[in-house]
């Protein structure tokens, strides 16, 4: 028996922090309430008319306030009988009237609302509001640079006696410098060179 060297055990593929199943924090009975909640809507057909949309997402709301729900997109997709993916079509115009694209994007609006009051109250993490703003509410993180190519601050003349004639205005208020037999003047500015020390 001694003799017998131990074989270790495969190694399991992939990561714990990955796994839902492994990060799970739920109490007894909570997945099953989370389960049934979502999987009430399975069965819904899409609404008929803007008439049928108005009472669904009015009901889902109401729903979710009974019930201490978070309101989110992809369960109110599911209360409308659709994908997430037929949801943004709506939302974008296409497939349905202006009035679907409307109601929806007043339905994410009040979702947005509801997420900012949380936030605020510190009720759920920054981290989880900025991740819902982004994915669901069309908020970015954005620094607008303008770039206007081939510009100078001497204006739009390229050739030198124009730059000139620019640089005298800037200085001296005027484009030429006369000097006294009344003749112009050519101006030329030296670079001035750096002071060198003698290295210690």
């Known amino acids: ?23 799970l924090k739920t109490e007894p009975g909570e997945l099953s309430r989370i389960i049934q909640n979502n999987f009430q809507y399975f069965n819904r057909k899409p609404p008929k008319d803007e008439k049928e949309l108005a009472e669904r997402l ?3 709301f109401k729903e979710c306030a009974e019930q201490e729900r978070m309101p989110t997109v992809e ?4 209360a409308l009988g659709v994908t997430r993916f037929t949801l943004w079509d709506w939302e974008n115009g296409r497939s349905r009237s202006p009035e679907y694209s409307h109601m929806i994007k007043k339905a994410k609006e009040l979702m947005g609302a509801i997420d900012a009051d949380l936030v605020a109250q510190g009720k759920i993490p920054q981290i989880t509001y900025i991740f819902r703003a982004k ?3 069309g908020m970015k993180d954005q620094q607008d640079v303008v770039l206007t190519p081939n510009t100078s601050p001497l204006g ?3 050739d030198a006696e124009g730059l000139q004639k620019k640089y005298l205005e800037k200085t001296y208020g005027t484009p030429e410098l006369p000097p006294a037999d009344g003749n112009p003047v050519t101006v030329t500015v030296k670079a001035k060179r750096k ?6």
Do not use: F
């Open 1 to 23: 028996m001694d003799d017998e060297k131990k074989v270790p055990a495969p190694k399991k593929r992939g990561s714990k922090s990955a796994s839902v199943t492994a990060n």
């Open 58 to 60: 009015n009901d889902y």
């Open 75 to 78: 369960n109110m997709a599911l």
């Open 135 to 137: 994915n669901y509410y």
């Open 156 to 158: 739009e003349q390229k």
């Open 195 to 200: 002071k060198e020390t003698a290295p210690e």
